[in-house]
């Protein structure tokens, strides 16, 4: 452990692992190098740990400073990250390690995200493992994999050893916000056939950026633009003056992080730029206004080609009113807690490749309206002649009545911070639902420090609200 940009905050030794941690490459489906450095570090400090192979890891570490006897705590995050970047970044994050630094108020990856989500819980529990004077009770750390891509990671592990069922978990992203449920969800996906020919004519780009993208059950409710929806919609009225060959489709990186970025090529059964160029500015216009966009950009470009490997202007039009047709964003708001999603779900990545594709994060905190809303997408696949598949599919984390643990915490912030917390559920999805179906009783509450604009290359980890959460972690395990 060798900090070098992030020397000298507070706590060090959080900060120590957090930035060798992201000096190892580890987005989602990419963990076994940072699996196997946490086993290495299992190693190093003499503890019992278990890597399955998902590359899932669990540590154990014995109680200390008279806590030896105590009941076990279980200590919970994940290990992999979101992997997005600035266009003119050239880190490779499938290979190569963050550009870590900081400002003095907060910590940053240059150019592309930080993975504080969830370095830092891993990073947390790491420092807590290594340092047998801070006084806790038993640990049974679960560090999970592919948590951003569907919870593979806690649904595939087996954690039938643990003898803990007081749980903290460590993925949250707002101090003093005590999460204590959450929405289930599923990922699905709609998959069309497209067929190619070579098809001549004028070539044209169209780009949709800019946009603030950002978690899409965090910050579903806060009016941003998806950028595959909007480029659906700048197809459609530039259909309206002429046919359409599309030759690419790109949009957005992960099911479950709001677009920010949609690019698209065609081939042009006409050559009204100027017009085209209209349509772009208005719906520029459009988007900043209703959406809280302000630095949206759509644009046209002339490509200087004579035709493509194209779709048919038929199965243009199809993907354009599918685009179009399709649900995006919230669909339900709580009636029991204010100001909470209830449904929703996310466009979040389009492609087109050999075939054309669309994959939906969808999220409720009722069963029933997941169901319903993953039939209407399942019914629309049927409408569109496109083949459809679930996955990651996973359980709501439904609110316990009695937890001793959300008192104990509630009593201790209240203590240190000198105001209560809030305490609410969550529209995001965390594991704490699969894990509470495989430890019947658990007991869990989800903290964590202040971060902003996670999943995107924006993100950033408050350096003060990390050292307050460290603190306020080190009461309550003592008091537990």
């Not at 801070?134 to 999970?144: K, M, N, Y």
């Not at 003056?241 to 920010?260: E, Q, R, W, Y």
């Not at 917390?421 to 430890?439: F, I, M, N, S, T």
């Amino acid at each position: 452990m060798e900090a070098v940009k992030l020397a000298g905050l507070e706590p060090g030794a959080v900060f120590g692992y957090f930035e060798k941690l992201c000096s190892i490459p580890h987005g989602s489906g990419n963990t076994k190098m940072i699996s196997d450095y946490l086993v290495s570090f299992a190693r190093e400090q003499g503890l019992k740990y278990i890597q399955d192979e998902l590359n899932n890891v669990i540590l154990f570490g014995d109680g200390t400073c008279g806590m030896e006897n105590h009941p076990p705590v279980i200590l919970q995050g994940h290990m992999d990250m979101v992997c997005d970047q600035n266009p003119d970044c050239k880190i490779d994050m499938s290979a190569e390690g963050l550009d870590v630094t900081h400002d003095g108020v907060s910590v940053f990856a240059k150019g592309t995200t930080l993975g504080g989500d969830d370095g830092i819980a891993v990073a947390f529990a790491m420092a807590l493992l290594a340092d047998p004077t801070i006084a806790h009770p038993p640990l049974e750390v679960i560090i999970t994999v592919d948590e951003e891509v569907g919870m593979l990671g806690a649904n595939g592990i087996d954690v039938s050893m643990l003898k803990g069922r007081t749980m903290i978990n460590l993925d949250s992203e707002d101090e003093g916000v005590f999460i204590v449920s959450c929405a289930g969800g599923a990922r699905a996906t709609l998959s069309l056939e497209a067929p190619r020919r070579a098809v001549y004519g004028p070539c044209i780009r169209l780009s949709v950026d800019s946009l603030r993208g950002g978690h899409s059950g965090a910050e579903i409710h806060k009016n941003r633009g998806n950028a595959n929806k909007i480029m659906g919609e700048f197809m459609r009225r530039i259909q309206q003056k002429m046919p359409l060959c599309m030759t690419s489709f790109t949009g957005g990186v992960k099911d479950n992080a709001i677009p920010h970025s949609c690019q698209a090529t065609f081939v042009a059964m006409g050559t009204e730029m100027e017009r085209i160029n209209e349509i772009a500015q208005e719906l520029q216009a459009e988007i900043r206004r209703d959406y809280d966009e302000p630095n949206a950009q759509i644009q046209a470009f002339h490509v200087d080609a004579l035709g493509g490997n194209s779709l048919s202007t038929e199965d243009t039009a199809r993907i354009t009113d599918l685009l179009c047709r399709a649900p995006n964003a919230i669909q339900s708001m709580s009636q029991q807690i204010p100001g909470l999603v209830q449904t929703s779900l996310n466009m979040g990545v389009v492609r087109l490749g050999e075939r054309f594709t669309i994959t939906f994060s969808v999220r409720s905190s009722v069963n029933q309206e997941k169901n319903e809303l993953l039939q209407k997408l399942r019914s629309l696949a049927e409408e569109f002649h496109a083949d459809y598949t679930q996955c990651g599919e996973y359980p709501a984390w439904e609110f316990k009545e009695d937890s001793a643990l959300r008192q104990t915490m509630v009593r201790i912030f209240t203590e240190q911070y000198g105001k209560e917390p809030q305490v609410l559920a969550l529209h995001a999805g965390l594991e704490c639902g699969l894990l509470g179906e495989k430890l019947p009783g658990l007991d869990c509450v989800s903290i964590g420090p202040q971060m902003h604009d996670i999943h995107t290359s924006r993100e950033k980890l408050e350096i003060a609200s990390t050292e307050r959460t460290w603190k306020f972690l080190l009461e309550v395990l003592k008091a537990l």
